[in-house]
């Protein structure tokens, strides 16, 4: 039996199992495909504390490195559920399962992707879903927003103080942003709104060169040096909605203690999968430090 259990091996995740190391409990981290979570798309980041400038690819690695070295156990399966109360919860993978008095759910979400071909390969060479990660990039360029929401609208007002142009791509007719984001993008010269259009191929092989776009039977080339994908994000909670209280969205509902709501004493939540308005590498890491040592204080009351 391990002390914690830590699901997910994103920055939530690896931080927690950093810190209950360091609190000296015996900690298993389960991951089901990437180590390092979405942040290794990113080509390069800048906006962690201490780091000029590094690739997503090496923030995780010289997390996993951190983590194995403090003595976390790490393991690559895929989790299918939990049961279980605090002390002696089993933690269900598809490959075996395993036991640990407390458990951390850090399981991040997914950026809704368009599901075009060339999309992967393009990811950080023109395809990014991130303005605040990667807006910094195309300063004197044209991009496009890909999406009408909230999100979509604040990219595109955030893209439009370092871009030459700003294309919004909205599939339907209408925004649905905030009215007051609307407003706003409407003063801005250097942003377009193209309504009721979908984004059918995205071209350039080593970079982007620009997208294909179609409204109704009319099919137009857009030349734009990358494009940003806002059409939501999707929480990788399916195998907790049984034994956790999730918002319409599908995110853990959580405070800043990191303890769901309702939640069995001794499950905490971390990261992008439970519900919060900042979702950054810095806040990830944030989440896991507080859950792990609120794991640590359960796991010493038992």
């Known amino acids: 039996m391990y002390d914690i259990i830590v699901v997910g091996a994103g920055p939530a995740g690896l931080t927690a199992a950093l810190y209950a190391r360091r609190a000296d409990k015996t900690v298993l981290v389960i991951e089901k495909e990437t180590f390092g979570g979405q942040i290794t798309y990113s080509p390069r980041v800048e906006n962690y504390p201490g780091f000029n400038v590094m690739s997503g690819n090496e923030f995780a690695e010289k997390l996993i490195d951190q983590v194995s070295f403090q003595g976390a156990d790490i393991e690559l399966d895929t989790v299918t ?86 294309y919004v791509v909205q599939n339907l007719d209408f925004l649905t942003g905030e009215e007051r984001l609307q407003k706003e993008i409407a003063k801005k010269d250097n942003i377009t709104v193209i309504l009721g259009t979908l984004v059918t191929e995205l071209l350039g092989e080593k970079s982007m060169t620009g997208i294909t776009l179609k409204k109704g039977d009319e099919q137009k080339l857009l030349e734009v040096d990358g494009i940003f994908v806002a059409i939501g994000q999707k929480p990788e909670n399916d195998p907790f909605k049984d034994v956790l209280k999730l918002d319409e969205y599908g995110y853990i509902v959580s405070g800043e203690d990191c303890a769901p709501n309702g939640a069995v004493p001794g499950i905490f939540v971390a990261g992008d999968c439970r519900t919060k308005k900042i979702r950054q590498v810095t806040t990830a890491t944030g989440d896991g430090a507080v859950a792990a040592l609120a794991a640590c204080r359960f796991v010493d009351e038992l």
């Open 81 to 166: 559920g939990i049961e279980g109360e605090g002390g002696n919860f089993t933690v269900h993978c598809e490959g075996a399962d395993y036991v640990a008095k407390s458990v951390i759910i850090a399981a991040g979400s997914k950026h809704r992707q368009l599901g075009l071909p060339n999309e992967n390969e393009l990811i950080g060479e023109g395809v990014s879903y991130c303005a605040v990660c990667d807006g910094a990039f195309y300063k004197g360029k044209t991009v496009a927003v890909i999406g009408g929401g909230n999100t979509a609208l604040q990219e595109a007002i955030a893209l439009s103080e370092g871009c030459t142009h700003v």
